[in-house]
């Protein structure tokens, strides 16, 4: 008796490199029909697409964490540059971060990336400086204190020994300020912070 399951099972087995070469062509020649038909296919079933992606996360959370962790282990340069690229699209978040976790910044500047990190800001710093106008005295600075009345130019909080004034720049180095008297306001340390690297007069 003829078994047409059989048949068919056996004839796939004789023929399979055949069949292999014909899918592969198959593949090549309507490789374009697939991108649109996948694209038309995706326009119409975001929904699903994303549920199903969420779903299939969930199931699988611990094979994709190790997924990831594996990808970035073997990506370390694109992470960098994507990380990079996102902050400085991001500067609000940042912002936002440090403010928020103060204790947490304090405690990473005191490990060793931390302190590297600090040194190399300082260094760039110290760089630009070289390449403005630095004509600030130290008498200078005293006639600013006075003129602001040993007072922040910014809050108006008077400085003290546990509060000591800083040197801030109304238009900052890194964006083409000079170390100049006209430049140069009293702050306190939480409004210098605070300030960053934003163009910003004081109020006084």
């Given at each position: 008796?003829?078994?047409?399951?059989?048949?068919?099972?056996?004839?796939?087995?004789?023929?399979?490199?055949?069949?292999?070469?014909?899918?592969?062509?198959?593949?090549?020649?309507?490789?374009?029909?697939?991108?649109?038909?996948?694209?038309?296919?995706?326009?119409?079933?975001?929904?699903?697409?994303?549920?199903?992606?969420?779903?299939?996360?969930?199931?699988?959370?611990?094979?994709?964490?190790?997924?990831?962790?594996?990808?970035?282990?073997?990506?370390?340069?694109?992470?960098?540059?994507?990380?990079?690229?996102?902050?400085?699209?991001?500067?609000?978040?940042?912002?936002?971060?440090?403010?928020?976790?103060?204790?947490?910044?304090?405690?990473?500047?005191?490990?060793e990336?931390g302190?590297?990190?600090?040194?190399?800001?300082?260094?760039?710093?110290?760089?630009?400086?070289?390449?403005?106008?630095?004509?600030l005295?130290?008498?200078?600075?005293?006639?600013?204190?006075?003129?602001?009345?040993?007072?922040?130019?910014?809050?108006?909080?008077?400085?003290?020994?546990?509060?000591?004034?800083?040197?801030?720049?109304?238009?900052?180095?890194?964006?083409?300020?000079?170390n100049?008297?006209?430049?140069?306001?009293?702050?306190?340390?939480?409004?210098?912070?605070?300030?960053?690297?934003?163009?910003?007069?004081?109020?006084?």
């Amino acid at each position: 008796m003829f078994n047409q399951k059989e048949y068919m099972k056996k004839y796939r087995q004789e023929h399979k490199e055949t069949a292999k070469n014909y899918m592969k062509i198959y593949r090549e020649e309507h490789k374009e029909d697939k991108k649109e038909y996948m694209k038309q296919y995706r326009e119409g079933n975001k929904i699903y697409i994303k549920e199903n992606k969420k779903q299939y996360y969930q199931n699988n959370k611990k094979h994709h964490q190790e997924l990831m962790k594996e990808w970035r282990k073997n990506h370390p340069e694109y992470i960098k540059e994507y990380d990079k690229e996102w902050h400085r699209n991001n500067p609000e978040y940042n912002k936002q971060y440090r403010k928020n976790n103060p204790e947490y910044i304090n405690e990473w500047y005191k490990t060793e990336k931390g302190k590297a990190l600090a040194q190399r800001s300082r260094s760039k710093r110290r760089s630009k400086l070289r390449e403005i106008t630095n004509t600030l005295t130290a008498n200078e600075w005293i006639d600013i204190l006075k003129q602001y009345k040993f007072r922040c130019a910014y809050c108006g909080k008077e400085f003290t020994l546990f509060d000591r004034e800083t040197r801030d720049h109304v238009i900052p180095i890194s964006k083409g300020g000079d170390n100049t008297k006209e430049n140069v306001v009293p702050a306190c340390q939480s409004c210098n912070s605070k300030k960053g690297i934003n163009i910003f007069k004081g109020e006084n």
